[in-house]
């Protein structure tokens, strides 16, 4: 019986390596849409796309995983709404888009410039 129980511990094991490295850890995750850098104007909205790289070597689009997490280094100036997965333009300058799913992360750059009043 206990070799039994033994061999069943060893499969289990077995069978959770095999899954992790089948591809459960992600390698890489991008900004797909819009492109690096960012260009949005003041009080525009852009709707953006996040893709992933998995251990397996394959992309899916990670927009809308609850694991995903997208922040801007200054929401004054660029807001990220992850619910309609668009970014807003507050006010003139500079961010940091730091995007993260497992322990895959990338930074994109992001400019916002003034809405011209022509």
Do not use: C
Request: proline share 3%; glycine share 6%.
């Amino acid at each position: 019986m206990l070799k039994r129980s033994r061999l069943f511990a060893i499969l289990v094991m077995l069978f959770f390596v095999s899954v992790t490295f089948a591809g459960i850890n992600w390698k890489a995750v991008w900004l797909e849409a819009p492109y690096n850098p960012v260009h949005i104007k003041t009080g525009e909205s852009r709707s953006y796309t996040v893709m992933g790289l998995n251990g397996m070597n394959t992309t899916a689009d990670l927009t809308h995983s609850q694991w995903l997490t997208i922040v801007s280094s200054d929401p004054t100036i660029l807001e990220i709404d992850r619910e309609k997965a668009q970014f807003i333009g507050k006010a003139p300058g500079h961010v940091e888009i730091r995007i993260s799913f497992s322990e895959a992360t990338s930074l994109v750059k992001a400019i916002v410039v003034q809405e011209s009043t022509q």
